[in-house]
């Protein structure tokens, strides 16, 4: 029993063992990759390098990510796109159930023709009752009716004139109401605000959704240039310019390196963390190019050239 005891001691001792050895060895790597990975993308820079400065910057695009959501809280009754289809601006991506809406549209559109119908009534009336006072007038004047009974068709005219006014004050109500009920049917439709490609479809035929509590339906990448956009600390951006040439690379052994130029320096810091608690001031500088081979959200190496470096 003593000899079963003590292997079963030695046996837990050297799983201790291989489980603390394994953790060291897991920390190691990693501090050893991430410390790699930091020289890749950021080497050294010595003193007759052409470059005035070398750090890592993400690839985006311009104007970034568009995100689309329902307008209104509903159901959605139909999606027409999927991950990875091109559309067009103005297209559109989803339907939402829309019975309601298109009922009040045409309760809109009825009460107009009616409203239109009282309208070319009231046209009619309005010329009859100005024969009526033309006709009167000169029957008053030949002593055929009396006083009384012309200024009775005059205020006859009178009421007509003010009967076609509030025509026209209902025709502006209606009409509003048209146009609103049109506005509510038209926010039932999700639509593509600019030119790109699907992304994420994050809705599906008989999801919910809730325009109180915004939820994102669709994300797009527009048809738009890549660039490059790098957070330079507050000790390193006098080395940075407008027009200033850069090359980038996916890191420091990559053979090829591209050209590309500073097109914006932020004028506001802000504040990243350096590692551990410490933190520093950084600019946002963007990189504009011709080309970007990599894909969105990609950390690549940019280094700034000195200004009396000719081009290659």
């Given at each position: ?195 790109g490609r699907i992304l994420t479809a994050a809705v599906t035929a008989g999801a919910g959704v809730s325009a109180e509590n915004i939820s ?61 608690r410490s933190q520093t001031n950084t600019v946002d500088v963007v990189i504009e190019t011709e080309d970007v081979p990599f894909r969105l ?16």
């Open positions: 029993m003593r000899l079963i005891g003590r292997l079963l001691t030695n046996l837990w001792v050297w799983l201790l063992i291989i489980v603390v050895t394994a953790l060291a060895a897991t920390s190691y790597l990693k501090r050893t990759a991430d410390q790699e990975e930091s020289v890749t993308l950021a080497p050294t820079l010595a003193p007759s390098s052409p470059y005035a400065l070398s750090q890592s910057a993400v690839v985006e695009i311009e104007g970034g990510i568009v995100l689309v959501s329902a307008n209104r809280t509903g159901t959605i009754k139909e999606v027409l796109v999927a991950e990875g289809d091109e559309v067009k601006q103005g297209q559109l991506l989803a339907l939402q159930e829309d019975r309601d809406d298109r009922i009040a549209v045409r309760l809109a559109e009825i009460a107009v023709e009616n409203e239109t119908l009282k309208q070319e009534r009231s046209v009619l009336d309005l010329d009859i009752a100005r024969r009526n006072v033309e006709r009167a007038v000169i029957q008053r004047e030949q002593d055929a009716i009396s006083q009384q009974q012309l200024e009775t068709q005059q205020d006859n005219l009178t009421k007509t004139e003010l009967a076609m006014e509030t025509n026209r004050n209902s025709m502006e109500r209606v009409q509003t109401q048209l146009e609103t009920a049109r506005f509510n049917l038209a926010q039932r439709r999700v639509i593509s605000p600019v030119d994102t339906a669709f994300s797009i990448i527009p048809d738009a240039p890549k660039r490059l956009r790098a957070k330079v600390r507050e000790d390193d951006i006098d080395s940075i310019y407008l027009g200033q040439k850069v090359d980038f690379a996916a890191n420091n052994r990559s053979a090829d390196r591209r050209r590309g130029v500073v097109t914006q320096i932020g004028s506001v810091f802000s504040v990243a963390e350096t590692g551990g959200g990609k950390t690549v190496l940019v280094q700034f050239l000195k200004p009396d470096v000719p081009d290659a």
